[in-house]
T-cell receptor, first 117, second 112 residues
Framework: DTGVSQNPRHKITKRGQNVTFRCDPISEHNRLYWYRQTLGQGPEFLTYFQNEAQLEKSRLLSDRFSAERPKGSFSTLEIQRTEQGDSAMYLC???????????????FGAGSRLTVL | QKEVEQDPGPLSVPEGAIVSLNCTYSNSAFQYFMWYRQYSRKGPELLMYTYSSGNKEDGRFTAQVDKSSKYISLFIRDSQPSDSATYLCAMSPMDSNYQLIWGAGTKLIIKP
């Protein structure tokens, strides 16, 4: 297993276009998370899946954002009608509850950088 | 006021120095405390996690939690140029382990 994989690594798009990012988590991890990170800030939680079920979605998340994890394996994050404010690094992470239940040990991918012109 | 405060730096120290990185927080419900390291254009990677108060040591790294002061620290001994990165603290309450609250990160530069 090569860890959490994200594609594409960098996407440049024009304002108003739709973009989609893909995340392949560690195979035995049943939890998958999407975060957004801007320069000089910590990651901001977007949404979270346990297997194929989307259990939590940030109330700050616009309706233009949608995420899926159809078979409980890979996930996609789609942003419709992109705006310049969407420019950020989109991070995917996965986890599996270990012996210390309650400790949320995340393994992150390298991220997908979005630039909206 | 943010729930988790972290000095953004940059913090520049000579190779071999002891580094102290800190976060303060306001929510007394936080029970799990983590330190992540993030290299430029990479995702964060977990360095240390601790539960409740106390110290935890792993090689050159020591994490401390002082819940009475709502203050956590990460110490790096014998710092190396390869330690140059952004260090992020993160924490969560006991009953909400699916969502972490993050600091903004401290940029650390180790000068050879």
């Amino acid at each position: 297993d090569t860890g959490v994989s994200q594609n594409p690594r960098h996407k440049i798009t024009k304002r108003g276009q739709n973009v989609t990012f893909r995340c392949d988590p560690i195979s035995e991890h049943n939890r998958l998370y999407w975060y957004r990170q801007t320069l000089g800030q910590g990651p901001e939680f977007l949404t979270y899946f346990q297997n194929e079920a989307q259990l939590e979605k940030s109330r700050l998340l616009s309706d233009r954002f949608s995420a899926e994890r159809p078979k409980g394996s890979f996930s996609t994050l789609e942003i419709q009608r992109t705006e310049q404010g969407d420019s950020a690094m989109y991070l995917c992470a996965s986890s599996y509850p270990g012996p210390f239940s309650g400790a949320n040990v995340l393994t992150f991918g390298a991220g997908s950088r979005l630039t909206v012109l | 006021q943010k729930e988790v405060e972290q000095d953004p730096g940059p913090l520049s120290v000579p190779e071999g120095a002891i580094v102290s990185l800190n976060c303060t927080y306001s929510n007394s419900a936080f029970q799990y405390f983590m330190w992540y390291r993030q290299y430029s254009r990479k995702g964060p990677e977990l360095l240390m996690y601790t539960y409740s108060s106390g110290n935890k040591e792993d090689g050159r790294f020591t994490a401390q939690v002082d819940k009475s002061s709502k203050y956590i620290s990460l110490f790096i001994r014998d710092s190396q140029p390869s330690d140059s990165a952004t260090y992020l603290c993160a924490m969560s309450p006991m009953d909400s382990n699916y969502q972490l609250i993050w600091g903004a990160g401290t940029k650390l530069i180790i000068k050879p």
